[in-house]
């Protein structure tokens, strides 16, 4: 499985990790995703993640779960999660599918991710006005 | 049910309190774990509270219920509560079996847990700008 190219990375940077999907992941790469970065979270005492999946030209309703079930777990771990990076089509096909993404905070891109956790990442589960 | 090694610890630190779960605590344990955390609240005067859950290995329905009701009602009783320490296997146990954890504040361990409280604990219930 690990011949070749990365297929994500997890960086540190301050109290954030920012995790980068290279490629289209399967079903099992996106669980190793998974677990590599809620472990990350408690080695490295991050309190914020970026994933970035602007490489993904395609979400499924399996990787749209798991990367709403990541944001989730990291919460529980004491992260916040931003996703960044989601492409025209993908948002386009996302919402088409009907995909609940509710409670997952997005931003553009890594820079306004990052500007996002600074900011205090607010709870999407808080209920704001 | 006073024989052996105590089941949980409360103890003070300033304006808050920390209540350490030492081990898997059954359902007739968690009640009496969350009147003693609510009761000290009120002998204490205490205006946080961070539980400790990092001895658990699984935290079923009832367990997260529980805590999810201590930290109401410590909120009810003017404290803030921080969740901390759940484990990575838990959170995702937690995540697949769909457990609604939505208000609950979380943090890694007890010491980010304290600089969470003495950052305000913004409450996830509260409604911000």
């Known amino acids: 499985m690990n011949d070749g190219p990365r297929l994500f990375s997890i960086l540190r940077q301050g109290p954030y990790l920012i995790a980068s999907v290279h490629t289209a992941l399967d079903d099992s790469q996106l669980v190793r995703f998974q677990n590599d970065l809620v472990e990350r979270i408690g080695s490295d005492r991050a309190r914020g993640v970026v994933i970035d999946v602007a490489a ?9 779960r798991t990367l709403r079930d990541m944001a989730e777990m990291a919460r529980l ?31 553009l891109d890594l820079e306004e991710g990052l500007a996002e956790l600074d900011r205090g990442a607010r709870d999407p589960t808080a209920q704001r006005p």
Not at 86 to 93: L, N, S, Y
Request: aromatic share 4%; net charge negative; no cysteine.
């Open 56 to 64: 993904l030209d395609v979400l499924d309703s399996f990787a749209s």
């Open 77 to 107: 771990r004491g992260a916040v999660t931003v996703i960044v990076g989601i492409q025209p089509d993908v948002a386009f096909a996302m919402v088409q599918l009907g995909m609940d993404t509710g409670r997952v905070v997005t931003a």
